[in-house]
Nanobody, 125 residues
Framework: QVQLVESGGGSVQAGGSLTLSCAAS??????????VGWFRQAPGKEREGVAV??????DYADSVKGRFTVSRDNAKSTLYLQMNSLKPEDTAMYYC??????????????????WGQGTQVTVSS
């Protein structure tokens, strides 16, 4: 499996911005063929898909559309999540994930087979 390491989390006030990064290693030479994305989990809540990308497609959770942008640099095997206009309800542990045999692009966390350790995002009001 590919190894994933997230960075860029932190604390920010509502309305602020953060950019998360996720660097892949291991089978990273195949990175451009993977579906990759960001998921989050708040205390007491289920893990949810935030933003995913594969091929030329992207998909976002309704709650982040227009505020978050997912992008990838295949040459660097790195995934990014630009988060603007952050809200307290965006507070969660954010994980990046990869699906190495990508068929249909989904926001369903159980479709992804490689996971990072997570990076905490805290948004205060």
């Amino acid at each position: 499996q590919v190894q994933l390491v997230e960075s860029g989390g932190g604390s920010v006030q509502a309305g602020g911005s953060l950019t998360l990064s996720c660097a892949a290693s291991g089978y990273a030479y195949m990175y451009s063929t993977y579906c990759v994305g960001w998921f989050r989990q708040a205390p007491g809540k289920e893990r949810e898909g935030v933003a995913v990308t594969g091929g030329t497609s992207t998909d976002y959770a309704d709650s982040v559309k227009g505020r978050f942008t997912v992008s990838r640099d295949n040459a660097k095997s790195t995934l990014y999540l630009q988060m603007n206009s952050l809200k307290p309800e965006d507070t969660a542990m954010y994980y990046c994930a990869a699906q190495q045999w990508c068929g249909v692009l989904t926001l369903i966390w159980s479709d992804y087979n490689s996971w990072g350790q997570g990076t905490q995002v805290t948004v205060s009001s």
